[in-house]
């Protein structure tokens, strides 16, 4: 039975899932189909002293973000509060910085909104700051600033497609695996550009934003995990797996949408 899964992303954040996958039997590879690019420096960064929350809601955004500020010499302020979506982009604060006031699970930014304004319930009248990604889904500002606060919307970092010319030196067509996983919008995007075919593997994908997008795509055959977490993926692409194994798809790459 083939088993085989293709994750969209730098094989070292991939590390740990594909180990999780091979005690599971299930043979996996990673092919990083976006990079990122830091357009940040310390001369942009905001004056923290008018700041009273900074709010993460991507690894890329965070780490650049303590990156600045260690390199740089500046000093976040006692009295800033921090907060983050999903353990991974805590982890990059909390081990580098401090720890956080609120963490959120899962990937959803939507949900580090509405934590946000829980927390501030009788004061909306605050200041966030945003390290995000230039082209960063925008509707976690727009929450914010609808109830009251004042959102620095500050980019960091810029995600650039892999030209399709070097994806397809690198990886075999994306239909001949059962699965493939992504963990963002810009990857989903990414390989269509290479492969603009209809596509007969199953996705997975890591968030609402991502399975939205893979949606738009056409992408019919999508589960979406309940969370980033290694077990949670594993579970998420045995269920994929399954899905795929009862409806006996075949693997037909030329076929067009």
């Known amino acids: 039975m083939r088993r085989r899964v293709l994750i969209a992303r730098d094989t070292s ?12 039997e299930i043979t996996a590879i990673a092919e990083p189909v976006t990079t990122i690019e830091r357009i940040a420096d310390a001369a942009s960064l905001p004056d923290l002293s008018r700041v009273d929350w900074v709010a993460f809601t991507s690894v890329n955004g965070a780490e650049i973000f303590r990156e600045i500020l260690q390199k740089s010499g500046h000093v976040l302020p006692s009295e ?3 907060a983050a979506v999903g353990s991974a982009t805590a982890q990059v604060i909390r081990h580098h910085l401090r720890p956080l006031d609120i963490v959120t699970s899962g990937t959803g930014a939507l949900k580090l909104a509405e934590a946000l304004l829980d927390e501030c319930c009788s004061n909306t009248n605050v200041t966030v700051l945003w390290p995000c990604g230039r082209d960063a889904q925008r509707d976690f500002l727009k929450i914010l ?3 009251g606060a004042d959102v620095i919307e500050w980019p960091v970092y810029a995600t650039e497609f892999i030209p399709p010319w070097l994806l397809h030196s690198r990886l075999e067509h994306p239909s001949s695996f059962d699965v493939v996983v992504f963990a963002a919008p810009s990857a989903v995007k990414s390989l269509k550009e290479a492969w603009p075919e209809a596509w007969t593997f199953t996705s997975v994908a890591i968030g609402e934003t991502t399975a939205d997008t893979l949606s738009k795509c056409a992408m019919t055959r999508c589960i979406t995990s309940s969370s980033p977490r290694t ?12 899905e795929r194994e009862r409806a006996s798809l075949p693997f037909t790459p030329k076929e067009r949408s």
Not at 13 to 24: N, S, T
Not at 231 to 242: Q, S, T
């Open 13 to 24: 954040r991939a590390a740990e899932l594909i180990e999780a996958l091979r005690a599971e």
């Open 80 to 82: 800033v509060r921090l």
């Open 145 to 147: 600033e609808a109830r």
């Open 231 to 242: 077990a949670d993926l594993v579970a998420a692409i045995k269920h994929a797996l399954i």
